[in-house]
């Protein structure tokens, strides 16, 4: 079904129209739809609270980490749904996602997400986009595993920076939130704790990052530049 779409619509359209954002409004405004908003406590398991099987949820406030039997597979970060694949599948997930601040949910259930989407003429066109933005997800995650570790780490800085980063007033240097310790970056990176750690050690001193409490800061201008040389060599 999804290769027929590809074929009829335009991508840039299905972006514009179809997005999560647009996605989230529909379901707000629809009388069809109920909504909850629940929270979830720093440093607890998603199901310990909820349950994708009966409900779809999106995260409104916080950042939360997804991985499949103890692997990590992504950041989650605020304004994105958790779930919505399940609309259509309804095998038990195996997921795991930890909040990794307090995060805040809206709770929809599915089956009326279901009945709503099913109502719309292109209603499927937002699982069809959600669907093929999470595997791009995955192919990047696994083009990531290729690179040698100090590639890796990098990029994933560069990632941190461009979804959650906060900007300097000069505009330099971005710090990344005070929960991604070296243990999560090293799981995010496949990597070691001892091989973060030192990779991050070559990276102040050659002033593209600054550690301070436990936080890391970037150079982004720098650490864009170096990444550039690597992916010429």
Known sequence: MYTELDQLYNMDIIRTNFNQEKLLQELLTSNLVDSKTIKIPKGRHF????????HIYYLERGIAHLSYENKSLAVLIDQQFIGLGTVL?????TFDIQAYTECELLMFDRKQVM???FSMQEGMLYLYLYEKDLQQSLLEKIDLLYQKGSVRLIKTFQTLCHSCGDISKDGNWISIPRCFTIKRIADMTNLSPRSVSDFSEELIAKKIIIK??????IHIERLNTLNN???IL
């Open 89 to 93: 599948d309804f095998k038990e997930k």
């Open 229 to 231: 040389k690597n992916n």
């Open 47 to 54: 199901d310990t609270i909820t349950d994708t099987q009966e």
């Open 115 to 117: 009945e709503l989407l």
């Open 212 to 217: 301070e409490a436990g936080q890391f800061i």
